[in-house]
Nanobody
Framework: QVQLVESGGGLVQAGGSLRLSCAAS????????VGWFRQAPGKEREFVVN????????YYGDSVKGRFTISRDNAKNTVYLQMNSLKPEDTAVYYC???????????????????WGRGTQVTVSS
């Protein structure tokens, strides 16, 4: 079992930045691929980005490439999502998810992940 808690969400103006954190507890977090997803009101949950257990491999969704950066610190059991050049369409609840034995290149759908946090709200004003 892995427990995940997101933090760092908030209200920011368009063009601004936020850094989200996903803190994990439980089983050896360092073996898990971690993904970020987001869900806007009335829309399906959307893949944002993921990172493999070592941090060496990442996979970004097209809508965030060049603006968002994922990283992890396994010593702190934490994954970070640095979000720059935010747009109003980035407004959503952001969730982190974890799954073992999962390649970032193939593990980019909601159903690929067994463990989820409760989410943190990100609101970008225009």
């Amino acid at each position: 079992q892995v427990q995940l808690v997101e933090s760092g969400g908030g209200l920011v103006q368009a063009g601004g930045s936020l850094r989200l954190s996903c803190a994990a507890s439980g089983r050896a977090f360092s073996i898990y691929t971690v993904g970020w997803f987001r869900q806007a009101p009335g829309k399906e949950r959307e893949f944002v980005v993921n990172i493999n257990w070592s941090g060496a491999s990442t996979y970004y969704g097209d809508s965030v490439k060049g603006r968002f950066t994922i990283s992890r610190d396994n010593a702190k059991n934490t994954v970070y999502l640095q979000m720059n050049s935010l747009k109003p369409e980035d407004t959503a609840v952001y969730y982190c998810a974890a799954q073992s034995a999962c390649s970032p290149y193939t593990c980019n759908k909601e159903g690929d992940y067994d463990y989820w946090g409760r989410g943190t709200q990100v609101t970008v004003s225009s």
